[in-house]
Every structure is written in structure tokens, then in C-alpha cells.
């Protein structure tokens, strides 16, 4: 018996008896009709009629067959499809959840993927796809970074970009997108990580400065007593006079660099009692009483009832207190009146500096020391946290009324580190008015407490 497995076929040719060929119908339609036909008359033809059937019922299970595989793979192409869509949108969304601008270009630098971060700060808002980058980044160092990458060169540049009316430095980085030729580049606000490179170089240099200055006087004094005024008591005199007087502010610097040393460390915990600010405001008044009484000042404190004991921290408030008093006297007009005055205010929680834990009062405390002085130049008010940047004499050339130039960073740090604030309040001639707010230190609120913020 010949097989029809054996039977071979050509490349364009069909096989009429192929199953899986849909061209097949035609023909044993025909067959099945002219056999009914022609065994009307001929019944032998009706044999084959029956033969067709059965041809045509194997093509019929040949094309279900035919149609459940291409259902199946429908299926799965459908199932691919709905994973590759499920992957690029979330692809997608954590892209555009980046608080980092993120570019993608194409071979030809023309931008084809843009996040919100990249679309609000370098596109001021507007859709960046299909624009050129170089069009978008005026910088030449960062076209070249980009253009590196696109052939395969990774790299880091710094942009400087003007954002929401501020200089904001950006550290640019451009990697090459692998078998695409196109480049993702991530810019990268580094502003206060530059400031505060930029703020440690000034510390050294400032603190050499203000430690120099001492040291060589006390150097220069201790040589002229060793030699011209070895045998001249009123020169031996004076010299010892400005020994001490520059060794005691060497030892005020230490002191301060010290306690602005403590305030930074986060190992030191904050140990939180009842302190009677009252009593402190008074007791830290009393120690500039001599300063006071020889320039004609007066101070006048002013203690709301409701704020006289919240729970603080005693050592870091005789930081903050001195340092502010100690300010006024020295740069109020003569013969005015420095007020000190505490309220009890509702005062909002900075995420990014939260309380101490023990802090769990419903109100704060806006502590203010006003001064009928100089005041402070507009350019400078925001510098005057700087340690060891100092404005007066750039005010009024008065040596005598010079400190560490630590006094308000150690403020500003004890400040925070009790979970408040410092700001200021100032009119050039006018008076500066310092003003510190604690959050959280207040628990008992009378009926007639003062909320106006």
C-alpha cells in the first residue's frame, strides 16, 4: 500500500489533500455537489459523495484546530502586550515621580523623553519632546557631555541655571543608552551641597583670620617685653594689658567654636526641663547691666504670664538669650530702650527639623529682642547666621564693638536644635528686631492667650 506520508512536494506547489491549506475548499465543494448531482441519476456517485464528506469534515477539523492555535496565540500576544504596556507605564510613572529632571535623546540629540521635573525646571512648564538639546541647554560643556554619550562616552559637567528667580547649580550626568545611540542625562541639584562646600573653605579661612589676628598681637608683645621695653614699666604694663586682653578673646573664640561644636552634634541629646523664662530673661539682662548703664540703655522685658515656665532646654536658652542681648547693647543708639518680650503663639512643625522627643505642647514661643540702633544692611541680613561673618565693622568701622562673629550661628543652631527658628526684622537706623521661635514648649494655655502670630 503506498503511504501519503512519504509524499513529497515542491516549494509553490500545493497539495490538493493538505489539510491546513485554506485554498482547499473550493475543490471538494465542487466534487460533493457535482457527485449529489450526478448520483440522482448514477448512484454510485453517491459513494463519492460520501467520500467528499469526509475529506471536508478532516479540512473542518483541521481549520478549528487552525483557529484554536491562532487563538492562542492571540492570547499570549495579547497578554505580551498588556505587560509591555503595564511595564512602560510603570516605567513611566517612576519617572515622572523623579524630583530629579531626567532628558532622553535619539541619535540625532533630538529629545524624546522628558519628566515633569525636567518639563517645570528647564522647560518652564513646557512639553520638551521633539525640541533639540542644544536649543534647550545654552551651556557648550554640557552639548559636548551629551554628545559624548550618544557614542558611548559617559560623563559629569556642572550647569548653572536660573529657577524660580535663584542660581541653582546642577551636576549634569549623560550615559549612553545601550544599542540606540541616544543619551539619558540626569541633572542633579547640588546648590546646597556647593553652598556648603563653598561655606566650609570660608570657615577655615575666617577662623584663621580671627585667630591669627590675637595670636600675633600676643607674639608681637611678648617680643617687645623681651626687648625695648624689657626695662620700661608703663610699656610692660600696657603689654600686659593686651596680652590679657587678646588672650581673653582667644578664649571667648574657643569658648564659642566649642559650643557651636556641641550644638552640631547629633550624639548630644537634648535633656528638657521646666525653666522659668522669666527668670532667665532677667538674669541674662543683668549680666550687660554695666555695658547698658555706661551707654544710657535701658531694657524693658516683657513676659506674657501664659509662656513665664515652658519646657526647653536651660542651656541652649543661655546661649540664645546672651547672644541676642549682648547684640543689642552693642549696636543700639545711645540712650534708648532695648525691649525684651515673649508670647505664647501657635507655631507650625518644620518636617525637616522636628522636635525634640518630650515636646509635646499644643503652643510655642516667639521670643523678640528689639534694638533702637544701626540696624543691618538688606545685602547682608541673610548672612549674618554665617559663622564668623560679621557686618559692624563694615557699618561704622567701630573695633570696640567687635565679637566672635559666632554669637548668631550658635543662636540659629540652638535654635534648631529645640526644633524652632531665628529670623530678623531690621531698618537701616532704625533698629533690628531678632526674633526666635520655639514650637511645641508650651502646654498651659489660658483663656486670654495671645494668638496673633
Known amino acids: 500500500m503506498e503511504s501519503h506520508n512519504t509524499t513529497t512536494q515542491s516549494p509553490g506547489q500545493h497539495n490538493p489533500l493538505d489539510t491546513g491549506d485554506p485554498n482547499n475548499w473550493p475543490l471538494p465543494a465542487s466534487i460533493l455537489a457535482g457527485s449529489i448531482i450526478v448520483g440522482v441519476f ?177 607674639l608681637a608683645a611678648i617680643q617687645t617685653l623681651e626687648g625695648p621695653a624689657k626695662n620700661d614699666p608703663a610699656m610692660i604694663q600696657r603689654l600686659i594689658q593686651m596680652i590679657s586682653s587678646n588672650a581673653s578673646r582667644l578664649d571667648l573664640i574657643v569658648k564659642d567654636l566649642l559650643d557651636l561644636s556641641k550644638l552640631e552634634s547629633t550624639l548630644v541629646p537634648v535633656v528638657l526641663t521646666d525653666v522659668n523664662l522669666a527668670d532667665l530673661v532677667e538674669q541674662s539682662s543683668l549680666a550687660f547691666s554695666s555695658a547698658c548703664e555706661r551707654r544710657g540703655l535701658t531694657i524693658e522685658t516683657r513676659i506674657n504670664p501664659e509662656c513665664s515656665i515652658i519646657t526647653s532646654n536651660e542651656s541652649m536658652l543661655e546661649l540664645i538669650l546672651p547672644n541676642l542681648i549682648g547684640n543689642a547693647t552693642k549696636f543700639a543708639h545711645e540712650n534708648t530702650t532695648i525691649t525684651i518680650h515673649a508670647e505664647s503663639i501657635a507655631i507650625g512643625i518644620d518636617p525637616e527639623n522636628p522636635l525634640p522627643d518630650g515636646l509635646d505642647g499644643t503652643r510655642g514661643v516667639r521670643i523678640g529682642v528689639r534694638d533702637e540702633g544701626i540696624g543691618i544692611p538688606l545685602s547682608q541680613q541673610q548672612r549674618i547666621f554665617e559663622r564668623f561673618y560679621q557686618v559692624d565693622e563694615a557699618r561704622d568701622g567701630s573695633s570696640a564693638r567687635r565679637g566672635t562673629g559666632l554669637g548668631l550661628a550658635i543662636v540659629k543652631h540652638a535654635a534648631r536644635s529645640l526644633g524652632g527658628s531665628v529670623r530678623l526684622k531690621s531698618i537701616h537706623q532704625q533698629g533690628t528686631t531678632m526674633i526666635v521661635e520655639l514650637p511645641g514648649c508650651v502646654s498651659d494655655i489660658g483663656k486670654n492667650a495671645d494668638s496673633t502670630p
Open 42 to 218: 448514477q448512484p454510485l456517485f453517491l459513494v463519492v459523495s460520501l467520500g467528499t464528506l469526509i475529506w471536508i469534515g478532516f479540512l473542518c477539523r483541521s481549520y478549528s484546530r487552525r483557529l484554536f492555535g491562532l487563538a492562542s496565540d492571540k492570547r499570549r500576544l495579547e497578554d505580551k502586550i498588556k505587560r509591555a504596556q503595564l511595564l512602560a507605564a510603570r516605567l513611566q510613572s517612576i519617572l515622572e515621580s523623579a524630583d530629579v529632571p531626567i532628558l532622553t535623546t535619539n541619535n540625532n540629540g533630538s529629545i524624546i523623553q522628558a519628566n515633569l521635573a525636567a518639563k517645570l525646571i528647564l522647560g518652564s512648564g513646557r512639553p520638551l519632546i521633539g525640541e533639540h538639546f542644544d536649543s534647550l541647554i545654552t551651556q557648550n560643556a554640557v552639548h559636548e557631555l551629551e554628545r559624548l554619550a550618544r557614542s558611548g562616552e559617559s560623563g559629569h559637567a556642572r550647569l548653572e541655571l536660573p529657577v524660580g528667580g535663584d542660581m541653582r547649580i546642577f551636576d549634569v550626568a549623560a550615559n549612553p543608552i545601550t544599542n540606540t545611540r541616544g543619551a539619558v542625562c540626569t541633572f542633579t541639584d547640588i546648590t546646597e551641597l556647593s553652598h556648603s562646600a563653598t561655606l566650609k573653605a570660608d570657615f577655615a579661612a575666617n577662623a584663621s583670620h580671627e585667630l591669627r589676628t590675637p595670636i600675633a598681637s600676643i
